[in-house]
């Protein structure tokens, strides 16, 4: 449960929470995909995509809330609900929720990031109405003060168990470098500190303000009849109530900055970079995600030629973060301590490059090829596409099929990365970290 | 005999003269297609001398061929849309990539290059070494992971299915691009590897192709295995100041082919394998020990294990090691309940069927399948084999494989092994 590392392949990135626009419009003629939508009087929508050739489908319930909406004195209450969401309801135990995931052969998880917290499981079709109705019931926890106290423990255990993975807490310390007095610089997790001092009331009053059904989206994809699902999530959950959960989306603009963090114990030096970009729901995000590939896929990237096949990291990337009203270029690179001045100095260099040359039609090609593929593959999987729908809902307010976003990628030119390298230059809010043995200062 | 048959329509296979075999799983209703070289270069397969030297191979093999410079072959998969990804694992390396299917031909040529004709550039020898020494540092940062390459090596005790992937500093520093053909060649043969293909794809075309490309592989085949040591019951405790203490426990599973092979994946699972497990059950639901506790089956060829991991606060350490060891002797003595063991067999049942709609995940299946028995069963037959366990048959298991005789415990972080073990291990 709870994955809160943004690295996550399986975390939607970027899921805005605009209150959800409207209804059945949206879905106007896409039946290409089989696309639907609905949603209820009191706000719950509802998607979903009809995958024929597959047995199976996923769904799942998708709350536009996390550790950004939370008052920073009870930081980490959306994770630690999430947790408490599988202790019980009014019509079931513990016990009855994990046996009846079991039972139905299920797979299935939670997780929880700074703007969402979703459930979800994927199941073999015949299963579907059984499976609607435990997260549905799942969705009114039971909130019981003995199973709290209870699992207090594990979520410390969880944030101990993130000092262990370097990766996170690097991280964590970007964020909270780049949007220092922002929401978006809370922790998942919370701390030992939040958590240990959390009510049950505290938690319950949260629930009651972020759960509300405008506040949820329920999403589904692989094989289903449209009728039923949208018959049984109305019954189920049309007596939920509605509310203003609302959240601030001002965006922040840093200036430069580094600083570097020391673990004694640690053999490598880990480097992360938040470069500022355009949020999900901007024109130009498909833009974003070009020049992200460009400046760091995984193979063929400036970062990939200039720094890991120089021999000065072990590993180089960077990423796309898309998020409600901010986003970010992520870059991250690991090497020996010995080398990471040169590293630091490399990355930048190669930023500085792509913001004053732009992009060259080759690599433009292949960074577009590259996506559109990966569009395509994604698209055969049931929790991607139900996770899509969402990213897709919230960003724009419609579904977009897999050819339509292929389409936007094919769109992107040389221009437009220029254009967009040209509103939001890279080096101009350009926050770095690193952590590992080197001495505090050793790289400011 | 239907059996095969229709297995046949299912998986058609081809072997080529010089051995190589090609298996594959023509899919309806996808764009997709995955393909993959498994061969025989392992960690298992490695001197000690050599130790790492088939992930150092892996390492350069993207890295520029005989017929292509690193630049042209990353911009070539780049080209058609392509991210390859390679391993190297116990018993294999594999070199794998997953591409639209009209891309079929050319994704084959690519990575049929990169296996067949490695370029070992000198210039990139020295990078790689480099990576990969910064990639045993890597490690030592990551306990979780350390912590169970430790409890590999220290259950197979010196045999070379506990050999480390990454080898050594002292043996990465020393190889030299000799050593690193001399071990191509001596690995690298056309009877050691499978070519698995799944998803939208024409098998005589791909034929075709594989013939043509494949054709001039040497053939040979690898040595075989000495037998595997019985484990020896015994803990190693690493001290480090980390967050967490975090433990590993193995035990004797059976190997990939065996005829208990479904009856160890179904008391792993209820075991350790779900949320509604017995080890999550009482050492999370119940007692709040730890956030990660779980069991996982990891066969091999010849052998297998089963592998517990638990990462807990110190404090809660020792006794999440005891209501682990408690659970394991539980086990041992009375199986499984009939209730635990439907379960299991459902949720394994609808694993195996809904993993198989991604052709990556397919791709993986037919290979390691082909590899390790010689055939591929249809999920058909899969489902039987799983509905065939018994109680008696877990209950059986459960006595002898070994629970608290041939168990070895592994564990880093800050307490002691005396404190952890209170001297049961």
């Not at chain 1, 769904?59 to 009870?74: K, L, S």
């Not at chain 2, 990575?111 to 910064?134: H, M, N, S």
């Not at chain 2, 890597?138 to 050999?163: A, C, F, S, T």
């Not at chain 2, 035990?251 to 350790?272: K, Q």
């Amino acid at each position: 449960m709870a994955g809160s590392s943004a690295a996550n392949n399986s975390t939607p990135r970027g899921a805005t929470a605009r209150a959800t626009a409207t209804s059945e419009a949206a879905s106007g003629g896409r039946t290409q995909g089989r696309f639907y939508t609905h949603r209820l009087p009191n706000g719950l929508q509802l998607l979903g995509q009809y995958m024929p050739d597959v047995q199976s489908a996923s769904a799942c319930f998708y709350v536009n809330t996390g550790a950004r909406d939370e008052d920073p004195a009870i930081m980490g209450v959306s994770h630690f609900l999430e947790h408490m969401m599988f202790k019980g309801t009014a019509r079931r135990s513990y016990e009855d929720i994990n046996r009846e995931f079991e039972e139905m052969g299920a797979e299935n998880n939670a997780g929880t990031w700074l703007e969402f917290t979703y459930y979800w499981a994927k199941v073999l079709n015949d299963q579907l109405p059984r499976l609607i109705d435990l997260l549905a019931d799942m969705m009114r926890p039971k909130l019981d003060p003995a199973d709290f106290e209870q699992e207090r423990g594990v979520i410390l255990e969880e944030i101990a168990r993130y000092e262990d993975i370097p990766t996170s807490v690097l991280f964590d310390r970007l964020l909270s470098a780049y949007y220092a007095g922002h929401p978006l610089s809370h922790r998942t997790l919370g701390t030992a500190e939040t958590i240990s001092a959390l009510s049950v009331e505290r938690m319950m009053e949260y629930w009651r303000r972020r759960y509300e059904a405008n506040n949820i989206l329920f999403s589904i994809a692989g094989n289903f009849d449209w009728e039923a699902v949208r018959g049984q999530v109305e019954q189920l959950c049309g007596g939920w109530g509605t509310g203003e959960a609302g959240r601030s989306t001002t965006d922040v603009a840093p200036a430069p900055a580094f600083r570097n963090f020391t673990r004694d114990d640690m053999q490598q030096e880990m480097i992360a970079f938040g470069l500022r970009s355009v949020p999900r729901s901007d024109d130009a995000r498909y833009t974003a995600e070009v020049v992200g590939t460009i400046l760091g896929d995984s193979t063929g990237s400036r970062l990939f030629w200039g720094v890991r096949e120089t021999g000065l990291a072990e590993s180089v990337g960077a990423d796309y973060l898309a998020m409600d009203g901010s986003g970010l270029i992520i870059v991250f690179a690991t090497t020996e301590p010995g080398k990471a001045a040169q590293t630091i100095e490399a990355v930048r260099g190669e930023v500085r490059r792509l913001q004053e040359g732009g992009v060259t039609e080759d690599e433009l090609r292949r960074a577009k090829t590259k996506l559109a593929t990966r569009v395509v593959l994604g698209g055969e999987s049931t929790n991607s596409r139900m996770l899509s729908l969402v990213g897709s809902w919230l960003s724009i307010g419609r579904l977009e099929t897999l050819e339509e976003v292929e389409e936007a990628i094919e769109r992107v030119s040389v221009q437009d990365c220029r254009d967009f390298l040209d509103r939001l230059p890279l080096p101009d809010h350009e926050v770095g970290v690193a952590l590992g043995p080197l001495p505090e200062g050793a790289l400011s | 005999m239907t059996a095969v048959d229709a297995s046949e329509q299912i998986f058609p296979r081809h072997r080529l003269a010089n051995g190589l075999q090609i298996i594959a799983q023509p899919m309806e209703g996808v764009e997709s297609v995955a393909l993959g070289y498994l061969i025989a270069a392992g960690a298992r397969n490695e001197q000690q001398r050599e130790a790492g030297i088939s992930h150092f191979v892996e390492t350069l093999g993207y890295q520029g061929t005989a017929h292509r410079s690193v630049q042209e072959l990353t911009e070539a998969f780049e080209d058609i849309g392509a991210s390859p990804d390679s391993g190297t694992e116990t018993e294999f390396t594999s070199y794998s990539v997953t591409v639209l299917g009209r891309n079929l031909a050319p994704a084959l040529e690519l990575l049929t290059d990169v296996v067949l004709y490695p370029g070992f550039v000198p210039d990139e020898v020295p990078k790689a070494r480099d990576r990969i020494l910064q990639e045993i540092a890597q490690i030592e940062d990551e306990p979780m992971r350390k912590v169970l390459d430790l409890l590999r090596r220290e259950y197979y005790g010196g045999h070379p299915l506990g050999n480390d992937v990454l080898g050594s500093v002292e043996t990465i520093s020393a190889l030299s691009r000799d050593d690193l053909q001399a071990y191509w060649r001596r690995q690298y043969l056309a009877g050691n590897v499978v070519l698995a293909v799944a998803g939208k794809l024409d098998f005589e075309a791909l034929v075709r192709q594989v013939e043509d490309l494949c054709a001039a592989w040497p053939a040979g085949e690898a040595a075989s295995l000495p037998a595997v040591p019985e484990p020896r019951r015994h803990a190693l405790v690493v001290h480090k100041d980390s967050a967490q203490q975090h433990i590993g426990i193995a035990f004797p599973g059976v190997s990939f082919g065996s005829d208990d092979y479904y009856a160890v994946a179904l008391l792993t699972l209820t075991l350790g394998g779900s949320m509604n497990s017995r080890l999550f059950n009482e050492v999370r639901e119940k007692r709040s020990l730890a956030y990660g506790i779980g069991a996982s089956f990891v066969p091999a060829a010849t052998s297998g294990f089963v592998r517990i991991y638990a990462g807990t606060v110190p404090e809660k350490a020792d006794q999440t090691v005891a209501v682990i060891l408690d659970e394991l002797a539980k086990l041992e003595a009375d199986g499984v309940t009939e209730d635990e063991l439907q379960r299991a067999k459902t949720l394994l049942k609808s694993n195996v069927i809904m993993r198989s709609e991604s052709t990556a995940v397919r791709r993986r299946a037919i290979a390691t399948a082909w590899w390790y028995e010689g055939r591929v069963r249809t999920l058909e037959e899969i489902k039987e084999r799983i509905d065939a366990v018994t109680l008696d048959q877990i209950k059986r298991l459960g006595a002898s494989l070994g629970m608290s005789t041939r168990i070895v415990l592994t564990a880093i972080g800050p307490r002691s092994e005396e404190e952890l073990t209170g001297g049961r291990i």
